[in-house]
């Protein structure tokens, strides 16, 4: 922390030595001048005198008369505080007047717009008064004599705001690369500034140039990890393929010999095969939709084509689990990307809805061009009349071998890996994809793709 602290301490000073500076030149320095000090004290004995004489001779009304403005008056008074020439109307200006008179020197008092000064006088005639001047402030910065003017607020005000920008600038870069790493994209780095690169370089500073480069750290091993999962996935999945196949290929040879007995054993091994072998192929698609957003060539896509020649496959699928599949396709809506990739996450998406609602329940699918921003999207929106998502498990249902309704998972045929592919494939198309639940039970999931305008 002491780097920290000498750096806020140093801020402060140099906002109080600026102030100082500036408040010693014109056109303030007259009040750090001793004979300019001298030469008020003389003026106001002057002043006092005179006043003091106008009232032994009884000249009081027409001095006031004279002598008083909008800004300034006078007033004489006796030293146990009575007024005996005007009044400045404040209610400790007795207070003051005895004030001074105890100290025999010149005594202030600071009011919210105007300021009293007593000093003590003595008359041609030897007698003994104190002189009362009532100034009001110019500006309204100046109220109770204690507040800074223009100079000091704008000096410490820019000082201030440097101070501000000095620690909160790094704070914010850090909460933008965290909330960037949040969403998914482990490259998200936090900078150091260019302040703080200069000062220090990629090494030392203070506690945040630290903290800034060991959340850096933490970002590379988390990618590292990550990029260390997927391949692991990959590797292994690709592993499990050879000794699956071979295990399909005795399966096929036991079927021969088997007696009726063993048959239904066969169907069920057979069955967990094909469900193994999908949920490989599942985690082969995940581990490579990065690698595939940057190497595949991307081109012009027909997503209303696309999905028209995907809907046979999906009703045929449905009508196995007593579904209706309804669909709204509005034509030309063109997009740039990879039409495997697209076909794959549209069917992941519907796959998921038929997995998890009743039999004859419906699924509506439907393709629209909106327009968002000034800009066109093609909008593919799959709702379904299931039981929904719990509101909190919205965008976490998204995540590679998440699922919602974790009590009945037995129930259901799936790996939670649907959405998340087609997550990453909208993500890869510079899309996105929102969920939400149905008025009326159900789930709404929604893609959108940045439309191509047409020619």
Known sequence: MTRLVLKIFLAYWLAAGVVIVISDL????????????????????????????????????????????????????????????????????????????????????NHKTYQLIAVPVVSPTQHRFVLVLKSRYSSALMLSGFLPGYTTITISGVVTVFLAFLVALPIRRLRTAAQKIASGDLHARASLGLLSAKLYGTKGGDDITQLVSDFNNMADKLQSLAAAQRLLLRDLSHELRSPLARLRV?????????????????????????????????????????????????????????????????????????????????????????????????????RNAIRYIQAKGRIELDVTAIEYDSRPFALIRVSDNGPGVPEHE??????????????????????????????????????????????????????????????
């Open 394 to 455: 919205l965008q976490t249902v998204l995540e590679p071998f998440y699922r919602a309704e974790r009590s009945k998972h037995w129930k259901q045929d799936g790996f939670g890996i649907g959405l998340a592919i087609a997550k990453r494939a909208a993500v890869i198309h510079d899309g996105t994809i929102h969920l939400r639940n149905r008025d009326g039970g159900g789930l709404i999931v929604e893609i959108a793709l940045p439309m191509l305008r047409e020619p």
């Open 250 to 350: 005795g399966l096929g040879l036991a079927r021969l010999d088997a007696k009726e007995s063993i048959k239904p054993h066969l169907t069920r091994i057979e069955m967990e095969s094909k469900r193994l072998d999908r949920l490989i192929g599942q985690i082969l698609s995940l581990s490579s939709m990065d690698e595939i957003g940057t190497s595949r060539a991307k081109s012009d896509v027909d997503i209303s084509e696309l999905v028209s020649n995907l809907a046979p496959d999906i009703e045929y699928e449905a009508e196995q689990s007593q579904v209706v599949i309804l669909t709204s396709i509005e034509p030309r809506c063109h997009v740039r990307g990879d039409a495997e990739l697209l076909r794959s996450a549209i069917d992941n998406i519907v």
């Open 26 to 109: 014109e056109p303030h320095r007259h009040i750090h001048n001793p004979e300019l000090m001298d030469a008020l004290s003389s003026a106001l004995a002057l002043n006092g005198r005179m006043t003091a004489d106008a009232y032994e001779n009884q000249r009081c009304d027409e001095l006031q008369r004279i002598g008083n403005s909008a800004r300034e008056s006078v007033a004489l008074a006796l030293e146990n505080g009575d007024f005996v020439c005007g009044n400045p109307e404040a209610d400790d200006a007795k207070a003051l007047v005895r004030a001074a008179t105890k100290s025999g020197k010149r005594s202030t008092a």
